[in-house]
Nanobody, 115 residues
Framework: QVRVVESGGGLVQAGGSLRLSCAALGSIFSINAMGWYRQAPGKQRELVAN???????NYADSVKGRFTISRDNAKNTFYLQMNSLKPEDTAVYYC?????????WGQGTQVTVSS
């Protein structure tokens, strides 16, 4: 069984920074990909960034140059460094881990950016 636990959300002013963390816990043997998604009120969940086994990263156009995804393989943990935050970045952020042929989701962490 795999459990995904997020942390690091909060309230920040526009232009500020936050770092989200996501830990994959349990019987981990092969994580193929890890990603961050977000869902704002009234909108569909969208991919923010992901990192695929081997190190390839992908970013939504709206966050390129501002957000950076990274991983610590030894800890089965990955991070989303968010800089130059904008009010439109306000959303619940979810991490997703693709492991053993299955997708696992965290419970979500709220990020609120005030103008």
């Amino acid at each position: 069984q795999v459990r995904v636990v997020e942390s690091g959300g909060g309230l920040v002013q526009a232009g500020g920074s936050l770092r989200l963390s996501c830990a994959a816990l349990g019987s981990i043997f092969s994580i193929n990909a890890m990603g961050w998604y977000r869902q704002a009120p009234g909108k569909q969940r969208e991919l923010v960034a992901n990192i695929i086994n081997g190190g390839t990263t992908n970013y939504a156009d709206s966050v390129k140059g501002r957000f950076t995804i990274s991983r610590d393989n030894a800890k089965n943990t990955f991070y989303l460094q968010m800089n130059s935050l904008k009010p439109e970045d306000t959303a619940v952020y979810y991490c997703n881990v693709h492991h053993g042929g299955y997708n696992y989701w965290g419970q979500g962490t709220q990020v609120t950016v005030s103008s």
